[in-house]
Each structure stands twice: as structure tokens, then as C-alpha cells.
């Protein structure tokens, strides 16, 4: 009887009707916001996913609720929440528009190669919009060789740890054109991983302590230049990354203070351009 009964408990709970979450996340304009990311909380579970192209998410949630709480975030912008009901296992939270947040934010991000074909070249418009002095620490680039992951094995083929000198300028800059010459950029030590997959998946994710101040109103160009060849301490012949040839990189700042800021560049998939 023990067993039956145990059975029987294990089915009741898989078989739990699940939530279905959708909405839209736009900004001020009405343009889809795909940097943003969308957490949901109910009485019973929790759930986390990204924005769509066009700024839409869907997103299940385990077991019944009522009503769920939504926090959406996105670099730039202000935080916005929502408790939204549920009706006939739906929670639909339509569109939330995002306004823009008085700080620091990114725009124009833009990966280039260099002439010679030795370096990558991030460049970014930062600008302080807020009523204080803001102190960035360090900076995060991320970058996936393809959109989506397909390896039916997500272990990875290939796991390098790199540890290589990274050069990152800024240049006094409106919005729109490059006010000065640059100057000579600072050499700083970046640490991260590259990883490949069997399916030609390859990601990088590095991390660079650069110190950056900025006044209320500023606006700033950043350039991050990345060696095309990349030096690991785990393979003795350098690795090749062509970020330009990358589906998806993105930027992220990370301040003393405050939330962090990100940007993101969203390519063909390698495998499917003409």
C-alpha cells in the first residue's frame, strides 16, 4: 500500500498545470528593449529568461498561481515590476515600457577588425546622464560564435582560461563624432574563458578591471582593441577569435555604485549567412 500511494503522490505532483508568462518590454519610442531580462516570481515557483528580438518573452512556471510578480531589468533603464494575474494558466502582462535611467548607458556598439586583421576593435558610446560623478570599475565582454547552443552534449570539447593583455582607451566624444585623437590607451590584464563546442559553438567571456570616472553630462567613446589571436595559459599556440565573425557580443559596465550597465550586438549565425 506504501508504495501505490507513493506512486500515486509522485504523479499528482508532475502533472501540475503549469503557468504560462507573456508580455512585451519596449521603450519610450515603442522599440523592442532585447538587452532586458524578465524574472518572475509566484507563491510556488520562479522563473528567469530573456527578451525576443522584437521585445516579446514567454516564459512557464511550475505548478498553479493566481497572481505573479514581474521584475524586468535591462542595462540603461529603469527597473520596472508588475504583479500580473493569472487567467485560464495565462499571465499576460501586455507591453511595459522601460524609461530611460538618469545614469550611465550605452549606445552604438559597434565590432570591428582592425586593417592589419590583429585586433578586434569594441567600440561604444557611454554617457552619464545622471546628477552625479560616476565610477566605472571594470568592463565585461561577452561574445557567443552562434546564437543558440545545439551541442547535444553542452560539455565543452575545448576549455581555455586566458590571461593576455587587453588594451581599453576612451576618447572625449559627443554622441555623434570623436572630439579628440585618443591618446595612447592603457594595457590592463584580462582574465576569462574561451570555450568551444563539438557543434561550432565557441564562447568568451572576459572581464577587464579598468577604472573609468565621468562627470554628470559627459559623453565618452570607448574602445576596448582585443587581440584577433588570443594568448591562453592552458595551449601553447595562440587561439584565433574573430569577434566580427560572432552572432552575439555584448558589453557590460560595471560601476562602484548602482546597477550594471550592458549592450548588446546581435549578428548572423556563421553558419547561415550567405
Known amino acids: 500500500m506504501a508504495l501505490v500511494i507513493g506512486f500515486c503522490l509522485a504523479a499528482w505532483f508532475t502533472t501540475q498545470p503549469a503557468v504560462r508568462v507573456v508580455g512585451k518590454v519596449v521603450d519610450d519610442s515603442g522599440r523592442p528593449i532585447r538587452t532586458a531580462q524578465v524574472r518572475v516570481r509566484g507563491s510556488r515557483s520562479l522563473g528567469t529568461a530573456p527578451v525576443e528580438a522584437d521585445g516579446r518573452f514567454n516564459l512557464s512556471l511550475g505548478g498553479t498561481e493566481d497572481v505573479v510578480s514581474l521584475d ?9 515590476s508588475r504583479k ?8 499576460d502582462a501586455g507591453t511595459l515600457t522601460m524609461k530611460a535611467a538618469k545614469g550611465l548607458s550605452l549606445s552604438s556598439l559597434t565590432v570591428t577588425l582592425s586593417g592589419d586583421g590583429k585586433e578586434n576593435h569594441i567600440d561604444v558610446f557611454v554617457a552619464n ?11 565585461r565582454l561577452q561574445a557567443r560564435r552562434r546564437p543558440e547552443t545545439e551541442c547535444l552534449d553542452a560539455t565543452p570539447g575545448i576549455l581555455f582560461s586566458i590571461h593576455d593583455q587587453l588594451l581599453a582607451g576612451h576618447v572625449a566624444a559627443s554622441m555623434t563624432a570623436a572630439a579628440g585623437g585618443g591618446g595612447t590607451p592603457d594595457s590592463v590584464q584580462a582574465t576569462g574563458q574561451f570555450i568551444t563546442l563539438g557543434c561550432g559553438q565557441r564562447h568568451i567571456d572576459l572581464t577587464l578591471p579598468y577604472s573609468i570616472s565621468m562627470e554628470p553630462g559627459e559623453h565618452t567613446k570607448l574602445r576596448v582593441a582585443i587581440p584577433s589571436s588570443l594568448k591562453t595559459s592552458d595551449k601553447a599556440s595562440p587561439v584565433q577569435a574573430r569577434l566580427d565573425e560572432f552572432a552575439v557580443v555584448s558589453l557590460t559596465l ?3 555604485s548602482g546597477s550594471d550597465v550592458s549592450i548588446r550586438r546581435d549578428g548572423k549565425d556563421p553558419e547561415n549567412a550567405p
Open 72 to 80: 524586468v531589468t535591462a542595462g540603461g533603464y529603469e527597473k520596472r
Open 84 to 91: 500580473v494575474p493569472v487567467t485560464n494558466g495565462v499571465a
Open 129 to 139: 546622464a545622471g546628477d552625479k560623478r560616476a565610477e566605472i570599475v571594470s568592463l
Open 254 to 256: 560595471h560601476p562602484a
